[in-house]
């Protein structure tokens, strides 16, 4: 069973950044897609960013597109999630998944709030104060 586990988070200050990490562990095939998500509220759940692993490409979407960069941490079998310019809007449960990796290349991966994916970690909360 393949297990999601964010970390990171908690309080910053508008302006500030933040980094989230995703660790998956479990069996995965060579190829596969890892994005991130969140929910703020009163909104539904949008993708930020995601990274295909194995067979590159970032990918990019959502309201907070050109704040954020996933990149990935070969050593530690880690993808990270950094969130720069924060605004109290940001509030909210950011969550990593994995799915299949046609779910990157074929662009789908944050359709519907990313109801294709196929592991969700539990999510971490991330709280921007003015």
């Known amino acids: 069973q393949v297990q999601v586990t964010e970390s990171g988070g908690g309080s910053v200050q508008a302006g500030g950044s933040v980094e989230l990490s995703c660790t998956i562990s479990?069996?995965?095939?060579?190829?596969?897609?890892m994005a991130w998500f969140r929910r703020v509220p009163g909104h539904q759940r949008e993708g930020l960013a995601a990274?295909?692993?194995?067979?590159?490409?970032?990918y990019y979407a959502g309201s907070m597109k050109g704040r954020v960069t996933i990149s990935r941490d070969d050593s530690q079998n880690t993808v990270r999630l950094r969130m720069n310019t924060l605004k109290p809007e940001d509030t909210g449960t950011y969550y990593c998944?994995?799915?299949?990796?046609?779910?990157?290349?074929?662009?789908?991966?944050?359709?519907?709030?990313?109801?294709?994916?196929?592991?969700w970690g539990e999510g971490v909360q991330v709280t921007i104060s003015s």
């Open positions: 998944a994995q799915g299949s990796a046609y779910e990157c290349y074929a662009g789908t991966w944050s359709s519907g709030g990313g109801f294709r994916m196929d592991y």
């Open positions: 479990g069996p995965t095939a060579s190829t596969y897609c």
């Open positions: 990274l295909y692993i194995g067979g590159g490409g970032q």
